[in-house]
């Protein structure tokens, strides 16, 4: 890492860290002793159908510890010859003490029951709605470091249509929206850019382009098995996760005993648009007995959705800001005030497809093998409807503050007709192998995900001296418009722009790790070192074709669709999506080209990046007693190379010329970092854990900051027989450093009886090389530039949390849930809220389960525009799910979100000043699920 002066006392943790590390390395490795046998074991219910992860199963008399695997098993290497005390403890059920019996001969195997087996009573772990909460519980009571899970069970409690939606559930995680639909996470506030997501152990590239951060609604929530975050990282994790690292796990045969299936049809109604959609999904797994003892485990799932509905939109295209207008008497004068604002109509029709195919072979109790393949496909359908009102282009009439009357101004109607898909595609093959003392673990992984927008069509109307104005007092400015802004006769076709767009991001990993145990001075550890190679490769492809004249006489009333039912004001008549479809195609090779400006637009906008990443890592894991101390280091290399554009529009108003100057332009980086990290963690009691974390994360600059792009605009002008020459520049930042993050967290978790948890944890982050967009003409690399703005490290940004988390589930049913996390940062961060929180009351017995939650994030600040910060408000939404368990294997469910109609809304320095207002409504849900016991 590179230190500056306020990162002093954090620099000699590092250094006392890494001398500990490596004298108890020293230490340990003259002093180990191994065992002899091996013992394997399983936690299941009675009727072994049902496997338990993270299960604490401890060998007393040897004090050694370890926790169930996802498949309910556990594995103890090398034991002496004896008779021990095994003991079992798990979140629900009470405590399991058996006695093991240890020879010399063979390695032994058992099965453990848990939970109620009384037949009188109902065993609530294995079939209760609680279950899910008791096996995230567990996982997150029982791990290495600072972790939260949400399972599948919990999954389907809510009405969470994807993997965002559902992770907004937990502690300091919070969502970004797109169309009222929950996208992309934030872990304590940070930008999702700097987060790792990962599929079944492998990175997961995004499919947008340009940045990093993966859209999680690609992720349909009936093809997780569960999601966990991690807020703190150990060295055999990547370490690009200034946030956190997400981990999205699949279902696997070996989750449970045998056959298995599960089907699901639901009908969705959306009050905007009054459409109702249908989804349908679907899960099967089974276990195959082979040759030899042998077991094949084979899961599948698919899962479709299609749905439709709309948004409205009211929004101020480029802030408020200083401008310049003419009055009425013709003179030029300077008002605060909006330039464009635009009223927008959406009809969407979004469309997920998901599938999963997992196979497990168990060649013996220590060969196992695996291939998980996950695919997704998101598609967008979207037609937008967009009225612009350009104040600029008229004479101001009459002003104030907050509104202003306009004569003879322009407006634009224009539309977007854009289908959109997003792929997901992520395989992955492995092992792991018990090889004498040292357990082997490797995989080999391929991911893909790519975005697909053939033939957009944007097609612009425009319509001149029309009297407009604006009233801005509340979210959604007040606008004014004389009759004439509804004859369509006026507005004529003035542009059409064919788009079709690409973006792919590609990866190859392959990865290897080592493990064994040791004991050292009658405690036990294990070290664990391994290495990871990454391939990735992201590109950007735009082709642009822009069309601006010889439309001939049509106008906008040709393609009249009637009036547009808007409640945010009088929108008017809209135009058919279809017509102009037919139109445009039919005439399109008559249309004037303007050559120039398309290949500015596709040059500029397309680029390829690559990045190999080498990682080496080596960690310890101790126990002493009551405290587990996870230490190591991590190595990082970075090879970093992008390939794009120089593109340059010479404007020659003398000679009466534009000329595109184009040039290829390639850039090189390399970089490494050496990160070391502690996880500690000190069970007071049983049911009481405090847990201390010291890491360093980074977080590398997204692809569209790092591009090697130049968009130059060049205006040579004549003024009293002088010649004079403007520049202005548009730059991506092929040499960006990563960000660069020492991470401090320190908790306190305490479980009380049944099922449920408190908890309390401070953190703090010191983030170094923060890149912010910067004008940079005075930096002397932009001699004769006027404006150059360009994406740079800014510095420093630190900041300070608290999050607080409480669950309970009561003997009479009651559910209570409620987290929040507050956030102190000395500079503004993009995307950061100082305050993020849930609440869920719910109540379940037998036949009925019923969840009321809310989640909350105050405002979060987005960008500065016009040297103004731009915040999206605070956000409240409320969801309602109900189920009714008409049998063992029939289930009817009832779900309604965002219940008060919340809208986003973003403002730019002042409330009362819009920059985007957008409303979604109400969402209802009717389903069954069918499913084997």
Known sequence: ?????????????????????????????????????????????????????????????????????????????????????????????????????????????????????????????????????????????????????????????????????????????????????????????????????????????????????????????????????????????????????????????????????????????????????????????????????????????????????GSENSETDGGWNIIEVEDINGEDIEIFGAEEIEQRSYTIERERFGAALNLDLYASATDKYYLRSFYSEFSDDEYRLRKEFKFDKGVLNSYTSNSAQYNNAELERDTKDRYETQEILSMVVGGENQLNDWLVEYQLGYSKSSENEPDRMDVTFVGEDIDLGYTSSNDSPVLTQSASAHDLNIFEMDEVVYENNNSEDEEISLGLDLTKDFVWQNNNGAFKFGSKYRSREKDKSVSSILYDGDFGDVTAENFNSGTVDYSLGDFGPGLSQQGIQDYVKANRSSFSLNQTESDIETRANSYTSSEDVLALYAMMTLDIEKWQVVTGLRYESTDFETTGNRVELVVDDVNNTEIPNIETWNVSKDYDYLLPSINVKYTLRDNLIARFAYTQTIARPTFGDSAAYQLIETEVSEEDGVTETERKAEVGNPDLEPYESQNIDASIEYYPENIGVISAGVFYKDIGNFIVLSEVEDNGSWDGFTEVIQPINGGEASLIGLELAWNKSFDSGLLLGANGTLVDADDALPNQSDVIGNFTLGYENNKISTRLSTSYKSKTFQFNENDVAVYEAAHTQVDFSSKYYFSDTVQFYFNASNLTDEPMYIYHGAKQYNYQYEQYGRTFELGITISSL
């Open 1 to 309: 890492m590179k230190y500056t002066k306020k990162k002093l006392q954090l620099s000699i943790l590092n250094k006392a860290i890494l001398s500990t590390a490596l004298a108890s390395t020293m230490a340990l490795s003259s002093g180990y002793v191994f065992a002899e046998t091996d013992f394997l074991g399983r936690i299941t219910d009675a009727n072994n159908s049902v496997y338990f992860e993270g299960a604490s199963i401890k060998i007393e008399e040897l004090n050694l510890t370890t926790v169930s695997k996802r498949d309910g098993s556990f594995y103890f290497s090398n034991l002496p010859e004896g008779q021990y005390t095994l003991v079992i403890n798990y979140l629900g059920t009470p405590e399991i003490r058996k006695t093991l019996t240890i020879t010399a001969e063979q390695a032994a195997s058992q099965n453990y029951i848990i939970g109620v087996t009384d037949s009188n009573v109902d065993n609530m772990i294995v079939y209760g709605q609680r279950a899910g909460q008791a096996g995230a519980l567990n996982r997150k009571k029982n791990a290495n470091r600072q972790l939260s899970v949400v399972s599948s069970d919990g999954i389907g409690q809510l009405p969470d249509q994807n993997a965002a939606e559902a992770l907004q559930r937990l502690p300091g995680l919070s969502i970004q929206r797109d169309q009222g639909e929950g996208r992309f996470v934030a872990i304590r506030g940070i930008d999702p850019n700097l987060n790792n997501v990962t599929i079944n152990g492998l990175n997961v590239p995004s499919p947008e382009a340009g940045v990093r951060s993966v859209a999680m609604d690609v992720i349909p929530s009936e093809l997780i098995a569960s999601l966990e975050v991690s807020k703190t990282v150990t060295p055999d994790m990547d370490a690009n996760a200034v946030g956190g690292s997400i981990e999205v796990k699949s279902l696997s045969a070996f989750d449970r005993e045998g056959q298995y299936y599960s089907l699901t049809a639901q009908g969705s109604y959306n009050e905007q648009v009054s459409e109702a959609s249908p989804k349908l999904s679907g899960s099967y797994s089974d276990v195959y007995q082979l040759n030899d003892g042998m077991q094949l485990g084979v899961a599948g799932a698919l899962s479709w959705f299609k749905r439709s509905f």
